[in-house]
DNA sequence: ACGTCGTACCGTACAACATACGGTAGAGGT
DNA sequence: ACCTCTACCGTATGTTGTACGGTACGACGT
């Protein structure tokens, strides 16, 4: 259950080359889309239910049938559609447009945390992922990088914004549940002799000493670390170049 | 169902303080866990059910919750069961003892691709969970950075391996499902003339274009890619810091 | 205006899931 | 020999995606 569908199926729906008409319930694939996001932004890809979206658009469970061949090509969709926000290209140079994407990717799990419990990889080429797909590659443009090597940066900036997005939307999702960081140590009370042991684990001991007294550094500014460390290291490449 | 247990509730099975004793069946905490990740391994996350495992275990399905809880508190036994193999502290300077962690996080990951179904952040502190987390951190000793800064370092490659496994684990299983590179491209092939349209996604479209010629990356070497700028990244603040 | 047909829409049914609940039988203590 | 505790399990419930077989309505030919 856990991989796209064939683009077959999906790239006729995201391009709407066959699109089915509506006869009295104003059903279409973008009033379905639409209310299956909004279900998954508001109580998580979970929620999302052929039944829950049916009965949002107040219409029977196996009318959505009709429109969407089932809930692979709905999840297809979903992706397709909330990546419309990447249309126009950031300003600046390399390194600004890199850092802006990197952002507005982070941004876009943080307001669809939905997106990291899909699949990461290779969507079909919707309309709306291929326009990102060109931004993202158009950012390195002008840089001297090889294509293979545009290729590799917007990956490694692509993977590190997904795993970090996804540990930060895990942690805000969790802080809303009351099971934020307070409860977790709270939790771990009993067991922090063990936890941190220091004839066991000497460095976490001891790190953890330290940054409780520095004060521990949030979610935003070790992901705006990690994206400095990533965009200096490219830079290096690209600074070889030339 | 997409989050951990509480940690009052795992940590005891963790540590094996409130282990049940087992009677006629053989049924212990280990031998459950086991057999979840066997299952996981040869089938995926979604194999696991408490049918799955009892049947495996020769037991009734309801005799796993006298010794588990529920299925989030076995999520939490395996992934600590599975990070067993970072008990040794890898030789070499800062920036060797970095990469190889990341290599074998990234090689558990297609390992047990399941590992990245799962929840990413704050697991609780089960023992090998701990050990991997103080393996870590050693890594960066001696390197003149400050704790916060040591944890963000920490999380910066974390977050890039996660994001990259998940990438590469995913394009995996496709290929073992008939779901591969080729036939992907297939599927797309009626849509092209709309996806590599060169006046709507230029960008994409001339690099492609140079891709075909150069021959692609595969996962493997983009990893490497990025690790190796990441690591600059981070070698440029250590840098600085002496 | 009327008959005919394609299909948008939907009610019911089923298999798979986690797990609540209430037993049962067998081991260990006295 | 008897009692008690609990490891083990059968059954039942609510939820899921979706297969299957209708039904009734919009459009079109005459």
Redesign the interface.
């Known amino acids: 259950?856990?991989?796209?569908p064939?683009?077959?199926s999906a790239?006729p729906l995201l391009?709407r080359t066959a699109e089915r008409p509506s006869r009295g319930s104003g059903l279409t694939i973008g009033a379905i889309v639409e209310a299956a996001v909004l279900i998954a932004d508001a109580d998580?890809i979970?929620a999302v239910t052929m039944r829950s979206v049916a009965e949002r658009l107040g219409v029977g469970t196996m009318s959505l049938y009709t429109h969407v061949p089932g809930k692979r090509e709905l999840y297809a969709l979903m992706l397709d559609r909330v990546f419309a926000d990447a249309a126009e290209k950031p300003e600046g140079d390399w390194r600004e447009r890199c850092a802006a994407i990197a952002r507005q990717d982070r941004d876009r799990y943080l307001r669809h945390p939905w997106l990291l419990?899909l699949?990461?990889?290779?969507p079909?080429?919707g309309?709306n992922v291929?326009?990102k797909?060109?931004?993202d590659?158009?950012a390195l443009?002008g840089t001297g990088l090889?294509?293979?090597?545009?290729?590799?940066?917007v990956?490694?900036l692509?993977?590190?914004?997904?795993?970090?997005a996804?540990?930060?939307s895990?942690?805000r999702?969790?802080e809303r549940?009351g099971?934020g960081e307070r409860r977790?140590w709270q939790?771990?009370e009993?067991?922090m002799h063990?936890?941190l042991d220091p004839e066991?684990?000497?460095?976490?001991h001891r790190?953890a000493e330290?940054?409780r007294n520095?004060?521990?550094?949030d979610h935003d500014?070790?992901f705006e670390?990690?994206l400095?460390?990533?965009?200096?290291?490219?830079g290096?490449?690209i600074g070889r170049r030339a």
Chains 1, 2 share one sequence.
């Not at 259950?1 to 796209?4: D, E, F, I, K």
């Not at 692509?158 to 970090?164: E, H, I, L, P």
């Not at 520095?214 to 550094?217: L, T, V």
Request: aromatic share 12%; proline share 6%.
């Open positions: 259950m856990n991989s796209w064939d683009p077959g790239l391009w998580g979970g419990e699949p990461a990889a290779r079909a080429f309309p291929t326009a797909y060109d931004r590659l158009a443009d090889t294509a293979a090597e545009m290729n590799a940066a990956m490694s692509t993977s590190f914004v997904y795993g970090a996804r540990f930060q895990q942690a999702s969790d549940d099971r977790f939790d771990h009993p067991f063990l936890v066991r684990f000497p460095t976490a790190v330290e940054a520095e004060g521990d550094a500014s070790s670390f990690g400095e460390r990533l965009l200096v290291g490219i290096d490449l």
